[in-house]
């Protein structure tokens, strides 16, 4: 099989030169043993094998050795200023954990409180190597600011959510319209918004109606829940008569610009709608288990061919952002609720997490892959541990035994934003001690 | 509440003093805040407040500002020399999986491997926070002598089975006594040994009488799979006319120093029997979910008053001996199964994963909680981590967001096995190096 590598003529020079590491594309192409990974600005210029590398002059040269280098992993759905709540309200039923202990805390949200929970997020994903997130949550400009200074990408959707008040949910539209226009495309490209409508049992038909013509003049996606828990799925069918699916879909609402996060309680008639219009979904098997929601039959939809992400959720209902570990509950949740061992293979797990996910939120041309001409969004897991040998299946290593803290270099954008596990452009200590002030005032405000 | 520390009048000698730790002492009392553990010799001498340590002096001493000390992680089901397999064969139906992949190379197995096998498992084990397990596997004196050098806790099965050859079942079990005397109760009481019988579809009820009659005049307990798939649960009940359970109570094997694992397909009769004999059971999610096996419903076990301790299964089908990882599973594949989320809180998966799994190896008075008198078997964890910030929950974070490598420090029997990560008494990279070529060895041999 050719590589860029393998045809570079001449010298050529690049920024930053990746050399000696198995490179894992997940592009289709297979596994590149002694390969190396060029980047010039923020896109990877060149990809090959090792021969090929001594024909590259680079500013910056790391090696690989025993490296192995994937695409930044995609986590396709949280709420990552929910780092502030992480631990609060523990084994409890999810009315009294929404009513008792989240909303009243989200109710005490101010700005600054959503910025220092999101750099938190940040930070985290950039040291378990996801490089990619899709958000959605209030305050969402505030979350952009802290991905533009972590230096993350990100699909951020503004919540709009009605419950009850009409105003109020033209009032987030709104205000959603406003964060589109002034951070969409931002940070280089790396930040895109979208819209994000709470669930059809919180927004109406009518505001659903509005959420669309806005996100298809403004050219902009949706994310939103659906179809997560029985007791919402049985409300909106009775309040309408209608599945959510076809709610959604009699409006007019549904196209590939759609992220439906959870997908828990599907009909068959409603999966074929999903694949019709190209709906895309975001699996988040931890927070489905953890708040006893049920198990999202993946197979059902993929054999429809359509593309599922996975997602953490937000932190206070995971309790992690490690995708590392959400890749583990996603392959073997499907097993065991099949009840067989073949569905979901290691490279399908690590695709999910990896170039479906860029599907997922519509970025499949820019990252997702390593490939010549994609966004450098890159990370080194280092294989150098007990727990990853021996090295038989780098695939299976990467799905079921790695950890976040075995990303050892995360790269966005062309640019550096861990080293050997240091973080370049966020001050930790700071980040954390800050986050664990704000959600201790939180508690006592 | 009064600790051992408030009470100290003097000043006392000690060998090591952690002081300024948060400690979850896992024996039902409260979290200790600002406390201190002092250790004399292999025993935890003292416990309390920080005020306490001042009047200890002690040849070394450790600051534990910012971690979390907790007992020595309890692995209750593993074959820790399959490190060698790991990532080998994924993704296959059982049958496969033993016929083509595992079995033939188990056949291969030299003692020099298992050797091999068992020291890269030991060495991910106190990576990972783990200071004792239980083990099940052929050449078990192999295994005696890697936990030797790594200096963990073990209880090991030198395992026995027929498969329709009585001579082989006689000759095993013959090879398990000679294990038994010369192992059991070495390396400082760190090694017990007990009986190994596979199942009870390869080990016929005459050869598990025999092993009942030396375990019982040995004075030593049982190690053995039960109830893991319905298709060999019909096989017995088929042969024999009786439930697994049944046949085992009818030739009086079943006593409280059973330890039973998976026990997925156990009917509620099968369960009372297990009860009223106090056999103990070794739950093991993650492999249950990636053999596609089946879930053990726990709630009906414990409501009984069944002592059900976590174990990882061999690193084949894991693929890791990262309890940290295996805590987070075992609590929420409970929560989706019974659709409750206040099932299986926090604290009890932590307290399965300690003090449950000490008792369902015997070792209730030896280990398994923090307090004076018992061996000092216990891990410091470093908390100051974004993924563990904040720490509104300690049992959370450790359950659902710690990952095996923010184990810093790791004490066995009062030696310090790993501090700041740096494994001691092993070199890691000629570990894993000898235990990589042995595999590739395997797979040409």
Redesign the interface.
Known sequence: MLYGGDSIMGSLEADILIRDCTILPMNGREIIERGFIAIKGDRISHIGRASGAQKIKAEKVMEGRGRVAIPGLVNCHTHVAM??????G?????NK?LNKTIWPLEAKLKPGDVYDGAL?GC??MI??GTTCFADMYFIEDMVAKAVEKAGLRAVLAPGILEAGSPERGEKLLKEGIEVVRKHHGSANGRISIRFGPHATYTCSPSLLKKVREAASSLNVGIHMHLAESREMVELVKERYGLTEVELLESIGFLKPDVLAAHCIYLSEEERQIMAKHDVKVAYNP?A????????LKIKDLMDLGVTVGIGTDGPAS?????MF?DM??AA??Q??C?????????KQALKMATVDGAKALGLENTVGSLENGKKADLILINF????L?????P???IV??A????VETVIVDGTILMEGREVKNLD??E??QK??RT??DLLTR
Chains 1, 2 share one sequence.
């Open positions: 780092t502030l709540f992480r631990g609060i523990e084994d409890q039923d999810l954990w938190l930070l985290e040291k378990s931890v489905n288990m953890k708040i006893a929601q049920g198990i995971n309790n992690t952002l490690d570990k583990k509950f073997l949740l097993k065991v099949y009840m067989d061992p073949t569905i979901m293979p290691v150098e541990k007990p727990h040998t021996p090295r038989h299946d695939y299976a290593n079921y035994s950890c976040g803290s075995d930790e200590g980040v954390m986050a664990s959600a201790l």
